[in-house]
């Protein structure tokens, strides 16, 4: 008998059951005609052969029902016929079914949303072959501990030297702008060296990849193109193989398109690369020496991660020539080795850890939820039930209505939660500042939908079968005794206790973000955000090739903004703060003995304008700022954060010391000290910083900050400023527009994702857990009317009556909290990364949620005490 | 395969067939010709030598579960005094049932005759 005859004959029963049944009454009925017709030949007469005949056969119904459930298919058809009664049920109590479909959807929703990010994102392995084995290598600085990009001289150094990696690769970061084919573009891109893509394992769909001599000084200019630029820019046409573009005025040929498939996780938003170029004789005072490098490396599969790691170590431990080093890069501190997924998921893990518990609760407690409504159901329906099992109902026919009820409410929600997940998932793709990375495979996809299936049909199943078998040893017989009853209120009670407690849960983590966020949102950022516009212009190309014209640039984009109506001051900075720059060099004094050993030497490097600390609003706290007259072959002066002059030069006057930044013989005068200003984000602690004129610097910055400080709204403005820049030179990108509020805003971001996710589960769990306290009291005072008409019939007072429901309330909460904090005590550790100066174990947040739970008990508990009260002593004689 | 419900206690004259024993019954009466329903019961009781009285539920119930199985396969036919009826016929794998059971039938029939024949 094979199972797929089963299933086809199955369905078809199912899809033609009507036909089915005219099948089997038909040939009833011919067996009738044919026995009748035998008792005839026999010598009945036609009346007696025909009651003979139906006497033999017994009832035609219950032949009919019993060739009906041979197949499997009649469990589906009794089932949907509960499913069906269990709808017309569920639409007599709108509201309850409403609640409990929607609080399921909400908890279904945000994990389903939740399964289909962590999924691709924290689950699944990089899609690469053999992606495990893929690392990132980063120079851990003199220090030691702070990754740092390579230079190329240490990448050489590397591939030359280690046995346990099978290939490496360097990348930076390129954006070209394409010119030709329509608009000019600026394209995201990187310049990467030869082994780049077969590091990754992943070679071009079209065309070719690239080769050692792609990757010399002034080799043909190559590129290699993603399947969507392909497609947008080239309309798919594979002739574009071997065709010449125009990339920042130069002419480039392409020669590769990367698969469709192709996810370049390193740096997402990458279309274009092209090989690095760099020079192996490694010029001295070359950017081949330059800490600006990410580098990629492949593990051989017979090594292992610790291995590598080592070896590394034991490299960087061991100068041997033909390898020199020069001090910024002699790899003192060794290197930081993480497998490639912990770079991409490192920034996003804790956040979407939390918020996944945070749904993984908020489902729970939705689930707890339908539970104890369905106990309260079944409660009500006793007395139903009981006469059903007294007309001889079996146990299992009994169970199956709450079952359907509960499975119609859960799929309900689950569909609602899918829904749900749909939108929270675009939601959470589109929400700025969270850059989830492996975007294109976030979605909710058919895993997800079995996932939510799956969880749904469960919750269903288990919401409608513990009713049931909690009430199921009193519905015997009508009229259950009443340690049923009291067994059924421990059980309502228990589950509404943990409810309380999961709300606990959700409300310390909501309250320990709200106030982690509001501590930030206190953080002085060391400049005033209100009113500053800012956006990037880059210079790139040929007519750009000399210093001068850069700088020219700048200087003549900076004039044209200041004249734009309703600019107050305008000026340039190389790096901004809380954009994501971190430009770093290493700053000494000619005593370096104030800093204590292996404290870290560097600094963050801002190559400025005139006026650029009155347009940013930092304070200057001595001396005199940078202005006008710091040129080009002046004396070399900088000014430093206040954090610099406190570690550097301690119990002196700073101004007038000289400072070295970068090179050895980079040395400029100190004529300020400026307040701390927070760069990476609000909470990084990192404030050391030196500024310079951006005349005086002696490499040109290619792409510089305009500033701008206005007297009216800066939004305003940016079209007129756009305009302004334009006039200067239409062919550069001005690109990360974007007001200082802005900014501020988005390096909180992740924080206020979590907060926000937090704050809704959170209400959502309070909600439910006082409905459910409410519920369990209501319940229990309708059951008790005649004990407590009994008990105010001998003298018990209202207020009594009233506080023995109060105390209940109170007992319920008070286990639930107790419960609750222990577990937030331990859960909140997941917690920490987000935090922000306040411990996870935040003795105020934990008592201020349990008071507030607290309050919600006692509100819950008022109607129920008031009807309580109110019930008339006369009730007692009347029933 | 024994799915068939107890057809109630054995009478004298009128017995009813041996529980578990229906569906090799079924298989070797339409081993011979395609039958309808009542046709299976009457030859049935015909093959006994009137000892087998075949309960018409049970019979048509085991019907459909037998072409479920895919032991049977049935159409609808007039019968030769032109009623309509539903016609039954073994399949290949009915075929080969009708041989496993009767084998193993055969072998526990011998079982219990020695044991009575000790008992005797």
Request: net charge positive.
């Amino acid at each position: 008998m094979s199972l797929r005859r089963q299933i086809v004959s199955g369905f078809r029963a199912l899809v033609r059951s009507a036909a089915a049944d005219r099948d089997v009454a038909d040939e009833i009925e011919h067996y009738l005609a044919e026995a009748t017709a035998a008792y005839r030949e026999r010598g009945l007469s036609d009346h007696e052969a025909r009651r003979a005949a139906q006497l033999d056969l017994g009832s035609r119904t219950a032949i009919r029902q019993e060739i009906r459930a041979v197949g499997w298919e009649t469990g589906i058809e009794s089932l949907l016929l509960d499913l069906r009664r269990a709808v017309r049920r569920l639409r007599r109590s709108p509201a309850f079914a409403a609640v409990t479909a929607a609080t399921l959807a909400l908890g279904i929703g945000a994990s389903t949303s939740m399964f289909s990010v962590v999924r691709p994102v924290l689950l699944q392995s990089l899609p690469y072959p053999d992606a495990d084995r893929l690392v990132t290598i980063a120079d851990a600085g003199d220090a030691g501990g702070t990754p740092i990009d390579v230079t190329f001289g240490t990448f050489l150094e590397v591939v030359a030297r280690s046995r346990s990696l099978q290939s490496a690769a360097v990348t930076r970061s390129w954006q070209p702008t394409l010119n030709g084919y329509g608009d000019a573009e600026r394209l995201d891109g990187q310049s990467v060296s030869g082994d780049y893509f077969r590091v990754l394992g992943v070679g071009p769909a079209i065309g070719r990849d690239f080769s050692g001599a792609d990757d010399r000084p002034g080799a043909p200019q190559v590129a290699i193109i993603t399947d969507g630029l392909w497609r947008r820019r080239f309309g798919g046409d594979a002739s574009v193989i071997g065709r010449t573009i125009r990339l920042d005025g130069a002419a480039v040929t392409i020669v590769g398109i990367m698969p469709r498939t192709f996810e370049n996780v390193w740096s997402a938003q990458a279309q274009i690369w092209r090989p690095l170029g760099y020079d192996p004789s490694l010029p001295v005072q070359g950017r081949e020496w330059g800490h600006h490098l990410q580098l990629i490396a492949r593990v051989r599969s017979d090594s292992k991660l610790d291995t590598t790691s080592r070896e590394l170590a034991s490299i960087a431990r061991t100068p041997a020539a033909p390898f020199s080093r020069p001090a910024w890069a002699s790899l003192r501190g060794g290197f930081l080795i993480n497998p490639l997924q912990d770079l991409v998921t490192a920034r996003v893990k804790p956040a979407l850890r939390s918020v996944t518990i945070g749904a993984l609760l908020l489902l729970l407690i939705a689930a707890v939820n339908i539970v104890n409504l369905m106990l309260a159901r079944g409660a009500e329906r006793r007395t139903e039930l009981a006469t059903c099992a007294a007309l001889g109902a079996s146990r299992a026919r009994l169970l199956t209505p709450l079952l359907g009820e509960a499975l119609v409410l859960a799929l309900v929600g689950g569909t609602l939660g899918v829904a749900l997940a749909y939108m929270m998932v675009n939601a959470l793709i589109a929400f700025e500042g969270f850059a989830l990375p492996r975007l294109d495979a976030i979605r909710v996809d058919p895993a997800a939908l079995a996932f939510a299936a799956a969880l749904s049909t469960s919750i269903g199943i288990i919401a409608g079968c513990i009713p049931g078998l909690a009430l199921s040893p009193g519905i015997e017989a009508p009229g259950p005794g009443p340690r049923v009853i009291a067994g059924h209120h421990r059980l309502r009670r228990g589950f509404v206790a943990a409810e309380v407690a999961l709300a606990m849960v959700l409300l310390v983590g909501a309250g320990l973000l709200v106030r982690s966020v509001r501590q930030l949102m206190a953080v002085p950022p060391g400049f005033r955000p209100e009113r500053v516009l800012t956006l990037q212009v880059q210079t790139a190309g040929r007519e750009f090739r000399s210093p001068d014209t850069v700088r020219a640039l700048f200087e003549s984009v900076r004039e044209a903004v200041r004249r734009v109506p309703g600019v107050a001051s305008a000026a340039l900075t190389s790096q901004l703060p809380l954009t994501g720059d971190g430009d770093i060099y290493g700053a000494g004094t000619k005593d370096d003995s104030a800093l204590p050993p292996g404290a870290d030497p560097s600094a963050y490097r801002y190559a400025i304008s005139a006026d650029y600390l009155a347009t940013m609003g930092i304070a200057l706290e001595r001396g005199r700022t940078i202005n006008e007259q710091d040129r080009s072959g002046g004396q070399p002066v900088a000014l430093i954060s206040a954090s610099v002059a406190r570690r550097r030069f301690p119990g002196r006057d700073p101004i007038g010391q000289q400072l070295r930044l970068g090179p050895a013989d980079n040395w400029f005068t100190v004529v300020g000290v400026v307040s701390n200003v927070k760069q990476l984000s609000l909470a990084a602690s990192s404030p050391d910083a030196v500024y310079v004129p951006e005349a005086q610097w002696r490499f040109v910055d290619r792409a510089m900050w305009v500033v701008i400080r206005t007297t009216v709204d800066p939004a305003t403005i940016e079209t007129a400023a756009r305009q302004a820049i334009r006039g200067v030179n239409p062919n550069q990108p001005i690109v990360q527009v974007a007001t200082m509020e802005q900014r501020v805003a988005a390096s909180m971001a992740r924080q206020r994702l979590v907060m926000g996710a937090f704050d809704t589960f959170a209400a959502v769990a309070l909600l439910l857990a006082t409905i459910g306290i409410y519920g369990v009291l209501a319940g229990g005072v309708i059951e008790r009317t005649k004990e407590i008409a009994v008990r105010t019939a001998v003298g018990a007072s209202r207020a009594s009556i009233m506080g023995q429901v109060g105390r209940q309330a109170i007992a319920m909460a008070a286990i639930g909290i107790v419960v609750g904090g222990a577990v937030a005590r331990a859960m909140s550790r997941s917690l920490v990364a987000l935090l922000f100066e306040i411990s996870p174990i935040d003795g105020l947040t934990y008592v201020g949620v349990a008071v507030l739970l607290l309050i919600a008990a006692t509100v819950s508990a008022i109607v129920p005490a008031w009807r309580a009260a109110r019930i008339e002593p006369a009730l007692a004689l009347r029933s | 395969m024994y799915f068939t419900k107890s057809e109630g206690s054995v009478a004298d004259a009128n017995t009813d067939v041996i529980q578990g024993t229906l569906d090799m019954l079924i298989l070797k009466a339409l081993s011979l010709e395609p039958l309808h329903g009542f046709g299976i019961g009457r030859r049935l009781e015909q093959l006994s030598g009137h000892v087998f009285k075949v309960n018409p539920g049970s019979l048509l119930t085991a019907l459909t579960r037998l072409e479920r199985y895919g032991w049977l396969e049935s159409e609808w036919a007039d019968t030769p005094n032109a009623r309509r009826a539903r016609f039954y016929r073994l399949t290949r794998a009915g075929r080969k049932q009708l041989r496993e059971e009767t084998t193993d039938w055969a072998r526990r029939a011998g079982a219990i005759a020695r044991i009575l024949d000790a008992e005797g």
